[in-house]
């Protein structure tokens, strides 16, 4: 398998964040990532896992 990479700091922080549900709303912190990836604080394939956690968050959110 391919060799994976050591996420950085910033995707990390941003998981316990999401995770922690401590974000306005998922407008809000989508803009938050995509500030992330443009300024390549996170990688494409982090990006795309931050954004399908914040997905499961929000619909966790909608059940409860």
């Known amino acids: 398998g391919r060799c994976k990479m050591a996420n950085t700091k910033t995707y990390t922080q941003a998981k316990k964040i999401i995770e922690g549900g401590r974000y306005e ?5 989508m803009e938050i990532l995509d ?3 443009m300024g390549n ?3 494409a ?8 956690l914040l997905d499961l968050k929000e619909a966790e959110k909608d059940q409860a």
């Open 41 to 43: 604080r996170i990688t």
């Open 25 to 29: 709303s998922k407008e809000a912190m």
């Open 35 to 37: 500030v992330f990836l």
């Open 45 to 52: 394939d982090e990006y795309k896992e931050l954004v399908e």
